[in-house]
């Protein structure tokens, strides 16, 4: 289930989130709307790729640590392997394939997805004056630029301060330590960029990089072009395109980035450098962090947490219909997409399915 999750996934961490909602929560009822909210939530708040983080937390509330590791592992490698393959492709034919076109139909779906994901699992998060404050703010301030990390910082701080008002020394502890630790920055010294230092290098950004997988981008580009020298920025470039035009989580960028410098070797130790921590954090989040949720100084916390994050699934949404949206035919299929969301039970991956069928004709004329 998590494999084909992980091989229709387009369109980044609020789509993944989306469609992890649609078939794990109103199609196979893991688990309700406000635990997911919750795990949502909570994931927002760890280091690394959150889709994945919340792919590998699902697997372990169902299956304990060996669902863990297997939904985390199945949810990323059918994007690791395409992006191998892409990688592969480009070292061999060059650049001037036109697979980016394919976009054309995805993204008008991806969009009506997460418009369709931020309407409903905001019907749960927004319950009260403050929430919806929070929430609007949280896209404002996300189409505005602000830092992800500090956007659910500040709705974690907000609903955390009001609701344990009377006692913030409990609080205090839980809304700002993330934000001490994403001033850290990956370094590195020497120019030798054999597997062992690749390894350091993407263990270092998946253990340190908080917020959009986009922030992966940032990382590479100081890390690869401006340190080591060892990558142009178009080829960074190149490698954040092959990430997004596959499913699964963006941080596959770092797979391209290994094949390029070591081929298929370079490619799995990036794969797994970048991935590892998160197994680690959630395994962390199942043993020491998921029991304080219990703590009634907890859900208020947690509920400026939802709000933020549908805010940035809203404002997410926006960007995306932006993007997508640029002529007749792509409103159209966002207007169908979205119709067929709202009244029916359709899967989203099929609507996912047909949106790359969609590109692809659109690539061939």
């Known amino acids: 289930m998590f494999s ?31 635990t997911f909210l919750d795990m949502v939530g909570v994931t927002a708040l760890l280091p690394g790729p959150n889709s994945t983080e919340l792919a ?41 394939q036109e697979i980016s076109d394919i976009r054309y139909g995805i993204l008008p779906v991806v969009a009506a997805v997460v418009a369709h994901a931020a309407y409903k699992l905001g019907r749960t ?52 330590p993330w ?26 950004t998946g253990a340190l990089l908080f917020g959009s997988g986009y922030v992966v981008v940032a990382f590479i580009e100081a890390e690869f072009v401006d340190r080591l020298g ?35 070797a370079g490619a799995l130790v990036a794969t797994v450098a970048i991935f590892l921590p998160a197994f680690v954090f959630v395994a962390l989040l199942g043993r020491f962090i998921a029991p304080s949720l219990r703590r009634p100084a907890v859900r208020p916390v ?21 993007e997508a949206l640029h002529d007749p035919l792509s409103t159209i299929v966002t207007l169908v997409a979205l119709t067929l969301l709202v009244t029916t039970n359709l899967n989203p991956t099929w609507l996912m399915t047909g949106g790359v069928l969609l590109g692809i004709g659109a690539a061939l004329l």
Not at 152 to 162: F, P
Not at 163 to 171: D, K, S, Y
């Open 125 to 176: 998060a927004i319950g009260s004056p403050l929430t919806a404050i929070i929430g609007l703010g949280a896209t404002a301030a996300f189409l505005a630029g602000a830092n992800e990390l500090a956007i659910l910082g500040a709705g974690a701080a907000a609903t955390g301060v009001w609701g344990n008002r009377h006692h913030l020394i409990a609080v205090a502890p839980m809304v700002v």
């Open 179 to 204: 934000a001490v630790s994403a001033l850290a920055q990956p370094a590195s010294d020497g120019t030798d960029v054999g597997l062992p230092r690749l390894f350091g290098s993407f263990l270092k």
């Open 302 to 322: 947690l509920d400026g947490l939802n709000a933020a994050s549908v805010g940035l699934i809203a404002g997410v949404a926006v960007e995306l219909a932006g």
């Open 56 to 96: 590998s937390e699902l697997g372990r509330r169902r299956a304990g640590l060996a669902g863990l590791i297997t939904g985390g592992i199945a949810f990323i490698a059918p994007a690791a392997a395409m992006v191998t393959a892409l990688a592969w492709a480009y070292t061999r034919y060059g650049t001037d």
């Open 4 to 34: 084909w999750l992980g091989a229709t996934a387009f369109g980044g961490p609020a789509a993944h989130v989306a469609l992890m909602r649609s078939e794990l929560v109103e199609r196979r009822r893991w688990v309700d709307d406000t």
């Open 230 to 264: 060892v990558l142009t920025t178009d080829q960074v470039a190149d490698a954040i395109a092959a990430g997004q035009i596959t499913p699964g989580p963006l941080f596959t960028a770092a797979t391209f980035v290994g094949y390029l410098l070591h081929g298929p």
